[in-house]
């Protein structure tokens, strides 16, 4: 039986990857010299996070303006570090709180002395719309702007033509997103991304800063690992970084590449999600709560208004090998995860599944 993986992450990986990793391990077996036994200080290694530090300068046009990092810790330390860095003159950031991991990030910003101030929110209505920013925003109050532009849990998205305009500094988190859809490097002055959904397996975070602005900042009473300027240095190899992870990001960025870069996945991510859409909304059995345009292609999330109904399905689904469907445990329902590397034959088996479980359950 064909299975598929949904997971909204750690999320499904191209198959050439993974045969490449299979294959790389088993020709180093005996001489154990694989990626997972080589020093972080080997020319080997050197090259392995060279490249992918240039493949994903290419893949998404950054300049020499900006320094790509290799950061452990997850999206989560980077809600931390992000303050600490970049929040040293007015103490204080803007906060667009669209979702979940937008929240947590104002939250962690509070955490470590920065005001978060939190513009505009659609957290009481269960962040099913994305807030825009009020009119009268003065972006000199703050030291920057914070947003998620994918909001992996809720399905919304600030998509390229949705980003707020503001004249003072950017920062996105692109965790559920990143070349899955365009974004231009330079609209924004930090961004960063979890690597397990994709960009490769968990273990490792894409963190991109403007030099300049870094330079610019005396970050106090923070330690050395939470100090960007010292990944900067060190070519994120400060202490020992992930090594294993870092080379699967770069076969990843590789198959990016190989596949056609960002614009390829971007047509492709369109015509699946349209088509899961398309079958949504034409049934009187499922409902996508997202309307419109800030409807996410990579997080597609779904009910039957039933609770115990969705979990049932779920299960069904699991059994019939379509896995992970479940919505997060924070608002139920499904979540169809199509990242870069789902193919359409997964939507296609996962609304063949659909209409045969509204069929029997209906
Ligand atoms: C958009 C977004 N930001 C941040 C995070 C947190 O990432 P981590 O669990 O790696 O800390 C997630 C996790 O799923 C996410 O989806």
New binding site residues.
């Given amino acids: 039986m064909q299975s598929y993986n949904f997971s909204?992450?750690p999320g499904v990986l191209p198959e050439p990857v993974i045969q490449q990793i299979q294959k790389d391990l088993a020709a180093q077996e005996h001489t154990h010299t694989s990626i997972l036994e080589i020093s972080h200080r080997s020319p080997q290694f050197d090259a392995i996070i060279n490249h992918a530090q240039e493949k994903l300068r290419q893949l998404m046009g950054i300049s020499e303006e900006y320094a790509v990092l290799f950061v452990q810790g997850?999206?989560?330390l980077q809600f931390e570090m992000l303050p600490a860095n970049f929040a040293t003159h007015q103490g204080k950031i803007a906060v667009l709180d669209s979702g979940n991991?937008a929240h947590k990030a104002a939250l962690a910003a509070d955490a470590v002395g920065k005001e978060a101030d939190i513009l505009a929110t659609s957290r009481p209505d269960k962040y099913r719309y994305l807030p825009s920013l009020p009119a009268n925003f003065q972006s000199a109050d703050y030291d920057y702007l914070y947003l998620?532009t994918?909001n992996?849990i809720e399905g919304t998205t600030y998509h390229q033509d949705l980003l707020p305009k503001t004249d003072g500094r950017l920062i996105a988190?692109l965790?559920?997103n990143i070349l899955a859809e365009p974004y231009q490097a330079q609209d924004f002055d930090a961004f960063f991304a979890?690597a397990?959904k994709n960009l490769g397996p968990a273990g490792v975070t894409l963190v991109v800063v403007k030099k300049d602005w870094l330079a610019d900042q005396q970050p106090e009473n923070i330690g050395p690992m939470m100090r960007y300027q010292n990944y900067v240095d060190k070519n994120s190899m400060y202490n020992t970084p992930p090594v294993f992870s870092i080379y699967a990001l770069g076969l990843v960025l590789d198959w990016v590449d190989q596949e056609g870069g960002v614009p390829a996945m971007y047509a492709r991510n369109q015509a699946k999600a349209k088509r899961l859409y398309d079958y949504l909304d034409q049934s009187d059995f499922y409902q996508a709560p997202v309307q419109g345009a800030a409807r996410s292609l990579t997080n597609v999330v779904f009910t039957t208004s039933n609770a115990d109904l969705d979990k049932k399905i779920s299960q069904e689904a699991d059994r019939a090998g379509l896995h992970n469907l479940a919505g997060h445990r924070s608002v139920g329902g499904f979540r169809a995860s199509l990242y870069n590397a789902q193919p359409m034959d997964a939507v296609d088996a996962l609304i063949t599944f659909l209409d045969q479980a509204k069929k029997e359950n209906q």
């Fill in positions: 909204a992450g997850g999206g989560s991991f998620t994918n992996t988190d965790s559920s979890g397990q």
